[in-house]
């Protein structure tokens, strides 16, 4: 009995450092990204973010969705920026067509 709730216990805290350490990486690749923003390579960090958004358990919020959209029309890829607006406005019910 104590050794089942050991490994149960032991499986939890794995588990638990697993899922925290995807969400840091997701929080490096984010600051990663806007890095390179900053620095005007925005081809660079569009894939910055997108391999983010591809190495996380974490809600994509629709302020670095849309971020990313700015990104990819800022590196001359319309066709990609098009793609991440159409997915907030069709999925994520985006309502801010000003702003676009």
């Not at 032991?10 to 925290?20: E, K, N």
Request: with cysteine.
């Amino acid at each position: 009995m104590n050794r089942t709730i050991l490994v149960v216990a032991l499986l939890i805290s794995v588990t638990a450092f697993i899922a925290q350490k995807n969400h840091l990486n997701y929080d490096v690749l984010i600051r990663t990204g806007d890095s390179l923003y900053q620095v005007k390579d925005f081809k660079n960090s569009a894939f910055v973010y997108l391999e983010a958004f591809n190495d996380h358990n974490t809600k994509i919020t629709i302020n670095q969705r849309y971020n990313v959209a700015c990104l990819w029309a800022l590196a001359n890829y319309p066709d990609s920026a098009f793609f991440h607006l159409n997915y907030l406005v069709k999925l994520r019910d985006y309502s801010n067509y000003e702003h676009i």
